[in-house]
C-alpha cells in the first residue's frame, strides 16, 4: 500500500501512522483537549463538576472525522489518534519508528477543564499511571515541568484527538483546513534528529 492508498484509508476512529521522511521532519500538532480518562474516572466518584463533565462529555463524544479531513488535505508526514497509552506513549511510537526524537512544551498542550485541578488532588486512574512508569525511561523532563503535567501527558485516553506531524511549510495550511471546519488544535512541539524514540519535555 502506497502512501495515497493509506491516505484514502483514515480511519476516523483509529490509529494510523505514516514514517517520517527524511530531513523534513515538522512541527508536531495536537488536536482536542487530553485527560479525558481523569474526568471519566472521577464521574464514577462523583468528584468532578458538572461543567467539567460537560467539557469531557463533549470531547468524547466529537469524533475525529473533521479533524482527519483537515489533515489529509494538508498533507502530513505521520499522525495518530491518542488513546490508552497516552500522548506520550503514542508520539514515543511514532518518533522511535521513524528514528528521531521529539521536543515537546507542555504548557502548549490543550487540557480539559479541571483535569489539573483533580489530577493535582491525586485523583488520577491506574492506567494513567502505569503508562508514566513505562514511558518514562524514553522521556526527558525539563525541571520546570511539575509533577501535575507529567502526569496529565502520560494519562491514558478513551476518546482523544490525533497527533500531528507535519512539515512547517504546510502548517499553516493544516491551521487553515482545521479552521474551517470548525476544529481547535496547538502546535505543541517539533520532531528533530537525536535517540530514536526519546522525547524532550519543555514547561
Do not use: Y
Amino acid at each position: 500500500m502506497d502512501e495515497g492508498d493509506a491516505r484514502r484509508l483514515v480511519d476516523f476512529a483509529a490509529s494510523l501512522a505514516f514514517g517520517l521522511r527524511g530531513t523534513d521532519h515538522g512541527v508536531i500538532f495536537g488536536h482536542r483537549q487530553a485527560n479525558d480518562k481523569v474526568l471519566d474516572s472521577l464521574r464514577k466518584k462523583g468528584v468532578a463538576t458538572d461543567a467539567e463533565l460537560a467539557g469531557a462529555i463533549a470531547a468524547m463524544t466529537t469524533l475525529n472525522r473533521a479533524a482527519s479531513e483537515a489533515m489529509v488535505e494538508a498533507g502530513p508526514s505521520a499522525a495518530t489518534d491518542v488513546t490508552g497509552f497516552s500522548f506520550m506513549g503514542h508520539l514515543h511510537e511514532v518518533v522511535h519508528a521513524s528514528g528521531l526524537r521529539a521536543r515537546v512544551r507542555a504548557g502548549a498542550v490543550p487540557l480539559l477543564p479541571g483535569a489539573r485541578r483533580l489530577a493535582e488532588a491525586g485523583l488520577v486512574p491506574g492506567g494513567s499511571k502505569r503508562n508514566a512508569a513505562h514511558f518514562g525511561q524514553w522521556i526527558e523532563w525539563a525541571e520546570g515541568v511539575d509533577a501535575t503535567s507529567r502526569t496529565l501527558l502520560c494519562d491514558a485516553q478513551t476518546s482523544g484527538g490525533l497527533l500531528i506531524a507535519i512539515p512547517e511549510a504546510r502548517l499553516a495550511k493544516l491551521e487553515a483546513a482545521l479552521a474551517a471546519r470548525g476544529v481547535v488544535g496547538a502546535v505543541i512541539g517539533a520532531c528533530e534528529e537525536g535517540a530514536p524514540g526519546t522525547i524532550q519535555v519543555d514547561p
